[in-house]
Every structure is written in structure tokens, then in C-alpha cells.
């Protein structure tokens, strides 16, 4: 089973960057894809970005694009999520997730989440 822990949330004003990490535990790091969900008050999780395996091939939700960058350092069993131009609409739980498969992209393990909080 794997253990998914995030830290770097805060507090930020617009225009403000923030990165994200997520250490995982518990299995072959490098064998399973990664991304970021968050969930805003009142509203559903949504997907925010994923990373395949290796690191080489990403995704993001439109409303990220170009602002968010997701990575993964395989040695050191971490994934970011490194936060630019930051939004207030961008506040949000933000939480890890990996994959519940080698070598696929489907997440299903999620950590406990850390605020992302964004004021104008």
C-alpha cells in the first residue's frame, strides 16, 4: 500500500508561486504515474496534472496550463507541483494521487491533502 504525504501549501497573494511536494512510500516509485487533484469549498475534486512514470509525458487541466508544472524526481520518491501566476480561484485542497497500476495513468491513491490559499 502505498503512503502519499504532501507539504508546501500556504498562503499566497495573486501573482504568487507556490510549489508542491508529495513524498510516496511504500512501493517502486518509479513504476507508477503521478498527479495532483484539488478541491475547492462546495465543489468536486478536480484534476489539476499527472506525470507519467519516467516524467516523460505530462498532462494538465486547461486551467493550468502554463501556469502549473508537475515533475518527478524518481530518485528521491517525490512529485512537485511547482505553482505560478497564482489565482484565487486556484485556492483549493490540493492532493497527491497515484496510480493503483505499474506503467498506467490510473490514480486512485490519494494523500490527505494539503490548503492552497490564494487572496486578491
Known amino acids: 500500500q502505498v503512503q502519499l504525504v504532501e507539504s508546501g501549501g500556504g498562503l499566497v497573494q495573486a501573482g504568487g508561486s507556490l510549489r508542491l511536494s508529495c513524498a510516496a512510500s511504500?512501493?517502486?516509485?518509479?513504476?507508477?504515474?503521478m498527479g495532483w487533484f484539488r478541491q475547492a469549498p462546495g465543489k468536486e475534486r478536480d484534476f489539476v496534472a499527472s506525470?507519467?512514470?519516467?516524467?516523460?509525458?505530462?498532462y494538465y487541466a486547461d486551467s493550468v496550463k502554463g501556469r502549473f508544472t508537475i515533475s518527478r524526481d524518481n530518485a528521491k520518491n517525490t512529485v512537485y507541483l511547482q505553482m505560478n501566476s497564482l489565482k484565487p480561484e486556484d485556492t483549493a485542497v490540493y492532493y497527491c494521487?497515484?496510480?493503483?497500476?505499474?506503467?498506467?495513468?490510473?490514480?486512485?491513491?490519494w494523500g490527505q491533502g494539503t490548503q492552497v490559499t490564494v487572496t486578491s
Open positions: 511504500g512501493r517502486t516509485f518509479s513504476r507508477y504515474a
Open positions: 494521487a497515484a496510480a493503483g497500476t505499474t506503467y498506467t495513468m490510473d490514480l486512485k491513491y
Open positions: 506525470i507519467n512514470w519516467s516524467g516523460g509525458t505530462t
